[in-house]
């Protein structure tokens, strides 16, 4: 049963980095897409980019300029950095793993538990 | 503003049927499969349905989905209290090279 655990600063000024980690206990690293969601408050789910077990990454277009997202294989850990933030990056953040058969479409399953992150001056 | 359309709320009393639709284009859902998610207040959102109208291991057999052209759809039977949440469809846009969700859409279980 894998399971996933985030956690990260919940409480940032504008223009600060935003940076979670997400650990996968129970589970393989490999073929999956290592996927990272967010819910602004009363807000609808919104995909920010996804990594593979090789590094190779894929970002919504609208975040693009700002979002990384890493791998560290040696920990069994994914993270996501976004910079410049604002009052608009205010939401709940899910680490998920996404899964894939036919590409490129994918289903998410399971999710972390969810951070809330709050932008406030 | 979603890149998928769904209506924003559903209602039926107990024991009935419901159904939810999520509306896309030729770029996510005609040529991609779509993914169904229940998320109940104060959660993390739950998968129900995958590739169109598969169900995961411990989902029952009450929750369906199915696909055609450019709309998929997720049916409810024997609705119970505790379905109350919001549910979510998903899939891959091709334009974008990106996952994208619909708005979600609210069950109210009257």
């Known amino acids: 049963q894998v399971q996933l655990q985030q956690w990260g600063a919940g409480l940032l000024k504008p223009s600060e980095t935003l940076s979670l980690t997400c650990a996968v206990y129970g589970g393989s690293f490999s073929s999956y897409y290592w996927t990272w969601i967010r819910q602004a408050p009363g807000k609808g789910l919104e995909w920010i980019g996804e990594?593979?077990?090789?590094?190779?990454?894929n970002y919504n277009p609208s975040l693009k300029s700002r979002v990384t997202i890493s791998l560290d294989t040696s920990r069994n850990q994914f993270s996501l950095k976004l910079n410049s933030v604002t009052d608009a990056d205010t939401a709940v953040y899910y680490c998920?793993?996404?899964?894939?058969?036919?590409?490129?479409?994918?289903?998410?399953?399971?999710w972390g538990q969810g951070t809330l992150v709050t932008v406030s001056s | 503003q979603s890149v998928l359309t769904q209506p924003p709320s559903v209602s039926a009393a107990p024991g009935q049927k419901v159904t939810i639709s999520c509306s896309g284009s030729s770029s996510n859902i005609e040529n991609n499969y779509v993914s169904w998610y229940q998320q109940l207040p104060g959660t993390a959102p739950k998968l129900l349905i995958y590739d169109n109208n598969k169900r995961p291991l411990g989902i029952p057999d009450r929750f369906s989905g199915s696909k055609s052209g450019t709309s998929a759809t997720l049916g409810i039977t024997g609705l119970q209290t505790g379905d109350e949440a919001d549910y979510y469809c998903?899939?891959?846009?091709?334009?974008?090279?990106?996952?994208?969700f619909g708005g979600g859409t609210k069950l109210t279980v009257l």
């Open positions: 990594i593979n077990h090789s590094g190779s990454t």
């Open positions: 998920a793993r996404g899964q894939c058969v036919v590409e490129p479409s994918r289903w998410f399953h399971p």
């Open positions: 998903g899939t891959w846009d091709n334009s974008l090279s990106a996952g994208v």
